[in-house]
T-cell receptor, first 116, second 120 residues
Framework: AQKITQTQPGMFVQEKEAVTLDCTYD???????LFWYKQPSSGEMIFLIY??????QNATEGRYSLNFQKARKSANLVISASQLGDSAMYFC?????????????FGQGTRLTINP | DTGVSQDPRHKITKRGQNVTFRCDPI?????LYWYRQTLGQGPEFLTY????????KSRLLSDRFSAERPKGSFSTLEIQRTEQGDSAMYLC??????????????????FGPGTRLTVT
């Protein structure tokens, strides 16, 4: 079975600072994908970044980067130069990359608050 | 707007009533997913369709729940004899049906705004 653990229920950061949101995972699948989603108060899940388990380099998307440490089974999200609009819930998720395995397994989330 | 849409956005119903939610995926996406999210938790997978075929159902999907995707386009999720424990946000997502690849982002599930159900 797959499991995602996010140990930070809440994070408070000053605007313009960098922030790291922690995510550890557990799976026995040899090939998998790791995702981060943002959920503002409106409720919609917004895709941020993806990392494949066999990707050689850490994924980056604008101000978002994923610090992937396969041996430690961690996939932390780094947000550089945080902005007030980054305040939201952030979810780490994973999916097995084998035929027929489609569901995303989510962690419990981290509520990020950016202070002006 | 070409994103995933869900209707209604909010639904308040009394215990024991039946409710039905609709999801319209992105038009070229042939995979459609339903998730449930309770307060303070991450979304939990309920079921998924490839075209009109329902290929996987979670154990969370009790006999009171049924989902359909009759023509491989929109989908409906019906809950019969609602219970207070059914109160949650019901999220729909869609994706392309291609092998996961970092370069074409076919792996990405695009989510709708959700339907918030309150059972009183």
């Amino acid at each position: 079975a797959q499991k995602i653990t996010q140990t930070q229920p809440g994070m408070f950061v000053q605007e313009k600072e960098a922030v790291t949101l922690d995510c550890t995972y557990d799976t026995s699948d040899p090939s998998y994908g790791l995702f981060w989603y943002k959920q503002p108060s409106s409720g919609e899940m917004i895709f941020l970044i993806y990392q494949g388990s066999y990707d050689q380099q850490n994924a980056t998307e604008g101000r978002y980067s994923l610090n992937f440490q396969k041996a430690r089974k961690s996939a932390n999200l780094v947000i550089s130069a945080s902005q007030l609009g980054d305040s939201a819930m952030y979810f780490c998720a994973m999916r097995s990359i084998i035929q027929g395995a489609q569901k995303l397994v989510f962690g419990q989330g981290t509520r990020l608050t950016i202070n002006p | 707007d070409t994103g995933v849409s869900q209707d209604p956005r909010h639904k308040i119903t009394k215990r024991g009533q039946n409710v039905t939610f609709r999801c319209d995926p992105i038009s070229e996406h042939n995979r459609l997913y339903w998730y449930r999210q309770t307060l303070g938790q991450g979304p939990e997978f309920l079921t998924y369709f490839q075209n009109e075929a329902q290929l996987e159902k979670s154990r969370l999907l009790s006999d009171r729940f049924s989902a359909e995707r009759p023509k491989g386009s929109f989908s409906t999720l019906e809950i019969q004899r609602t219970e207070q424990g059914d109160s949650a946000m019901y999220l729909c997502a869609s994706s392309l049906g291609l092998r996961a690849s970092k370069h074409n982002r076919a792996y990405e599930q695009y989510f709708g705004p959700g339907t918030r159900l309150t059972v009183t």
